[in-house]
């Protein structure tokens, strides 16, 4: 007994406060989820949380060193896209690549990274983060947060309310249960004379903020006390790193051979075809749809294919990890070269569809992800002639440089705003509302100077008659505007506060301005 109460970790005062933030956070995570649904929230739940730690941090007086600063910083950038657009595909992944910088701010501000500085290891770092460190203390919670002077009270209310808490979700549940009879629900409002619906997504949301709590200050705690770092570490690793490498050089050569010959043979044969992409020449047998898409997506999976044959290879091939390997060098630079050409055919004939029939959500992602793998495989060709440059370490920041720009660009307005502006100049044929279908509020302003300037076009007012016009674009636009107008009327009745965007005032402002909303 006695060696359990030496044994226990006494928490300081502000561990113990930023254990009732971890667990705040927490509720205010339930709050905010799904942030595709409150994305204001979803902002100001990162900028909150990384404020409130970074304070917590100058008060224990931690030091920062420049890469946690760098991760946090493009954490706090890329959640601003939260703000700047409606695209809910990005959300996800703004928000997620968030909260994973956050794990590994915490862990790398206080001493816990694998190797010092811009290491190749950032991925496990992120891992050993998110994965391990947060369930290594899941239980110091609760510990942290009645302790101090008033211990021994603080265990007193730390049981009742975890009392409190482990009650929440059964009484939930029964009253659930209960709400069938119609006389129980109007004698509670009559009682308690609030909205009860409202009511238990709060006492629900304190109760899922428990577990969320538990993981961050988990983190913390296990961070804080370098666990793992013995087992997980510079040597531990170079050691797993060199046991995987179990192929000869010469079963690689000979594996990798026949596919560059193969290479080869596909370049020469289909050089007039795919030549075709760079200088805007349409083959007589294809239509642009059908010239883009022939091979498009097959490409893209061979050059994935490829980089995952080149970290295999990296991974598993027998060498001295410390001397660079000639073999290693000659098959990922001739590897790279290939998929480069393979991209940049990929990409050219992607451009020239989006010259004949504009730009589409889909088409951004595909073009974006094929730059970003193409970057990859540059970084690793600049990696193999020059051994100062740590490639995972480049191409991982690369990644969230890429990512942070595609978030903060709006891209929902890009396309609009590109359909629009080629349409009006003539140089499109149509703009595909289908294809704006798929686009958020950001897009509805340039859908309404595309009205705006159909209205002129027609020298008629925006109304029932312009609806009657043959124009099926301008039908078809107009029918578009009416049934967002309508969406809003219904969305301003049960929006709350944090799911406000500025592309969505700005959509509102323009509806207004031709008169569908008042």
Not at 259 to 264: G, R
Not at 408 to 435: E, H, P
């Amino acid at each position: 007994m006695n060696n359990e109460q030496t044994n226990e970790k006494t928490f300081l005062l502000s561990e113990s406060v930023f254990a009732w933030l971890c667990y705040f956070a927490g509720y205010a995570f339930c709050r905010c989820f799904p942030v595709m649904d409150y994305p204001l929230g979803g902002f100001l739940f990162i900028l909150a949380l990384f404020t409130a730690t970074i304070i917590f941090f100058i008060i224990q007086k931690r030091k920062f060193a420049i890469l946690p600063l760098l991760v946090a910083i493009s954490a706090i950038a890329i959640s601003v896209s939260l703000l700047l657009s409606t695209n809910k595909f990005l959300y996800f992944w703004t928000f997620a690549y968030a909260l994973a910088a956050y794990c590994y701010f915490v862990y790398s501000v206080l001493d816990n990274n694998i190797e010092k500085g811009f290491s190749n290891l950032i991925l496990l770092d992120f891992f050993k983060a998110i994965i391990i460190l947060p369930f290594c203390s899941l239980g110091k919670l609760f510990v942290a947060m009645f302790t101090g002077k008033a211990r021994a009270s603080g265990k007193t209310i730390g049981k009742i309310f975890l009392g409190l808490a482990v009650t929440i979700i059964p009484t939930f549940i029964v009253t659930l249960l209960l709400s069938y009879d119609s006389n129980f629900i109007d004698l509670l409002d009559k009682i308690l004379d609030f909205d009860i619906a409202a009511v238990f997504s709060h006492i629900f949301s304190f109760g899922f903020a428990i577990p969320i709590g538990m993981f961050l200050f988990g983190l913390y705690n296990s961070a804080s006390e370098n666990k793992c770092k013995e087992t997980i570490n510079a040597i531990s690793c170079k050691k797993a790193y060199q046991a995987t490498k179990f192929v000869p050089a010469v079963t690689v050569i000979a594996a990798v051979i026949p596919l560059v010959f193969l290479y080869v043979i596909f370049f020469i044969s289909q050089w007039d075809y795919y030549i075709s992409g760079f200088v805007g020449y349409l083959p007589e047998e294809f239509s642009y749809a059908e010239y883009a898409r022939e091979g498009f997506f097959q490409l893209c999976a061979v050059a994935v294919i490829n980089l995952i044959i080149i970290l295999a290879i990296v991974l598993f091939m027998r060498r001295n990890i410390e001397q660079p390997s000639p073999v290693l060098k000659i098959v990922s630079i001739t590897f790279s070269i290939c998929t480069l050409i393979l991209i940049s055919t990929a990409i050219a004939k992607m451009i020239m569809y989006i010259k004949s029939y504009g730009l589409t959500p889909k088409r951004v992602y595909a073009t974006w992800f094929m730059c970003l793998v193409a970057l990859i495989f540059i970084i690793i060709i600049i990696s193999q002639i020059t051994r100062r440059i740590k490639a995972v370490a480049v191409s991982f920041f690369a990644c969230v440089i890429l990512l942070t720009g595609l978030s903060l660009s709006n891209i929902d307005q890009i396309i609009a705003q590109y359909n629009v502006n080629r349409y009006i100049n003539g140089t499109l044929k149509t703009v595909d509302m289908n294809a704006m279908d798929d686009l958020g509020d950001a897009a509805i302003p340039e859908l309404v100077r595309l009205a705006e300037y159909l209205d002129s076009k027609y020298d008629t007012d925006i109304s029932a008659e312009a609806c009657e016009s043959d124009d099926e674009l301008y039908d078809q636009l107009y029918y578009k505007l009416n049934s967002i107008s309508l969406e809003f009327k219904n969305r301003e009745e049960n929006n709350s506060f944090f799911s406000k965007t500025i592309p969505e005032i700005k959509a509102i402002n323009a509806l207004k301005r031709i008169g569908l909303l008042k």
